[in-house]
């Protein structure tokens, strides 16, 4: 099994961990196209923080004992969105945010998500450490789950990549377990039923 970053982190792969960087921008919401939908309003559950930024937020947290909000931005750039009939209808959901945190493992973590960046970077994370630096990045923003490059800068100057060879394989299987679950929640409705989960999923 390909180590994951957070695993070569908790291995001391790159020494003390001194600071994380998130990124995950799209350009989703500089489509001139675009209608105003649920995503658009807070109260439904929409915006970057809460569409996309709870996944950032459990992988890097999920086993944290205490997380800190030092400070944090959240920005509304297009005020007003139509509708398919050509209502306008106020945004309140958040299409830019900026947060700064901290953990005992970490004293600087700092999440950026936004529906507005142009050209659209993808999703990046980058570790950095007393010995080196760890950098997972995704440039394709049609598929968040992946695959994903994993690059590590030793301290020499020196770079090596550390699973390009299994993007393709790894973007396979996970469209695969998407299309699954998809398929399961579809039966459940026609059928009435609730499944149980497995482990896997």
Not at 65 to 94: G, N
Not at 109 to 117: D, G, T
Not at 134 to 140: I, R, V
Request: hydrophobic fraction near 35%; charge should be negative.
């Amino acid at each position: 099994r390909q180590m994951c970053i957070r695993d070569r982190l908790i291995a001391g792969e790159i020494g003390e961990v001194q600071s994380i960087y998130v990124e995950w921008a799209l350009s989703t919401k500089l489509n001139k196209s675009m209608r105003h939908n649920w995503k658009d309003c807070r109260e439904h559950g929409g915006g970057v923080l809460q569409n996309y930024g709870v996944h950032v937020l459990d992988y890097l947290f999920h086993s944290s004992k205490e997380v800190q909000v030092i400070e944090a931005s959240q920005e509304v750039l297009h005020k007003t969105l139509p509708d398919k009939d050509d209502i306008e209808h106020r945004v309140s959901a958040d299409e830019a945010t900026t947060i700064l945190l901290r953990t005992d493992e970490c004293p600087s973590i700092i999440v950026r998500l936004s529906l507005v960046s142009f050209p659209p970077t993808g999703h990046r994370i980058i570790a950095r450490g007393n010995l080196g630096t760890l950098e997972a990045s995704n440039s394709h923003p049609s598929t968040p789950w992946g695959p994903f490059s994993l690059i590590k800068y030793n301290n020499d100057s020196t770079s090596v990549a550390l699973n390009s060879k299994d993007s393709s394989k790894n973007l396979q299987s996970l469209t695969s377990l998407f299309e699954g679950i998809t398929d399961r929640f579809i039966d459940a409705i026609i059928h009435n039923k609730q499944p149980k989960p497995s482990i896997y999923d």
